[in-house]
């Protein structure tokens, strides 16, 4: 079964950036990133296909956060510039069995543990 560990979580202000980073144990299909902020549903934030195709991004992230791979090291990222207090939450990796498959909770099939972002104002 895929293992999904994610890193780079921390405490920031509001304006500040932080990159997350997944590390997955094998890379196939699609990688993304979901959150879910206490007492709300778990949310996409941005995924995209291995091959860098089929690169979705929520609203609130269009031209603020950023998806990326590095595929030779089977990781991925989530930079996040201009953070916002609403922008806390637990942040987790996931990936799925298809292609294009990772924009939607439904669809995922392995989740990391989850990391927390905090942004104070």
């Known amino acids: 079964e895929m293992k999904l560990v994610e890193s780079g979580g921390d405490s920031v202000q509001a304006g500040g950036s932080l990159r997350l980073s997944c590390t997955a144990s094998?890379?196939?299909?699609?990688m993304g990133w979901f959150r879910q902020a206490p007492g709300k549903e778990r949310e996409g934030v941005a995924s995209m296909d291995i091959n860098g195709g089929n690169m979705k991004y929520a609203d609130f992230a269009e031209g603020r956060f950023t998806i990326s791979h590095d595929a030779s090291k089977r990781l991925h990222y989530l930079q996040m510039n201009s953070l916002l207090p609403e922008d806390t939450a637990t942040y987790y990796c996931?990936?799925?069995?298809?292609?294009?498959?990772?924009?939607?909770?439904?669809?995922?099939?392995?989740w990391g543990q989850g990391i927390q972002v905090t942004v104070s104002s």
């Open positions: 094998e890379y196939r299909y699609c």
């Open positions: 996931a990936a799925a069995r298809t292609y294009g498959a990772c924009a939607s909770s439904d669809n995922v099939r392995f």
